[in-house]
């Protein structure tokens, strides 16, 4: 695959995540519209936090509304990336296995009543960067974020499954050895803030 048809593909695979997660205005803006020109792919490797919480049969919604409130915070005191997914699931991107791993941890004692499954990967990645309400946001791409989710498949309840790659770098208290990279640093932390930036956004559409 060369060069232009493999960008062709990950625009695909940007238009299809976005059209899922966000407003269709956001889609409409970046993908038709003048954000279409701020889009570009980095490959990256990075480490992923695959997060799956459900509520026991019986138990009010507010209690995942809840549970993903504290995911936002906790979040935010380890600088992950958040993309929240439909049926209270997100997919949060690290650089640096070891945050991965603190925030995981963190999130499993806060779980109480929700049933919650962490699978955390580490390898080659796309990242895809855009602009959208003026700001810059970043999510990953590729066959990563599906082995996240299969690898969270796998835990028990409660429990928390580290593919061995990610479990050899997180023993490593060293930094990735990337370097520092000014777009992913800067880029917002927390998609769903998107969403709530748009007229009809609501947190709702991801719980």
Known sequence: MDQTQGNAFLLEALSDKVLHQLPP???????????R??????QRH???????????????????????QELQRINARHDGHLDPYVDAAA???????????SMAMELQRF??????????????????????????WCTPLGS??????????TAV????????EAYTAGADTRPAG????????????????????HPGGDLDLYL
């Not at 990075?46 to 993903?68: I, K, M, N, R």
């Open 111 to 136: 779980a109480g009543d929700v049933r919650l499954r962490i699978g955390i990967v580490s390898g080659q990645c796309t990242l895809a960067f855009f602009r959208a309400q003026g700001r810059l």
């Open 46 to 68: 990075l480490t992923l936090v695959h997060v799956d919480a459900q509520t026991p049969v019986g138990q009010p919604g507010s209690a995942t509304e809840g549970f993903y």
């Open 91 to 101: 997919l949060v991107t690290f650089e640096e296995p070891g945050a991965a791993m």
């Open 37 to 42: 020109d701020s889009i570009r792919f980095e």
């Open 178 to 197: 990337l370097g520092a990279d000014a777009d992913f640093e800067d880029s917002e932390r927390d998609m769903s803030t998107l969403a709530l930036d």
């Open 25 to 35: 205005k956001v889609w409409k803006e970046l993908i038709l519209g003048t954000g």
């Open 157 to 164: 309840i409660g429990g928390i499954v580290v593919s061995p």
């Open 144 to 153: 990563q974020p599906a082995r996240a989710a299969d690898v969270a498949a």
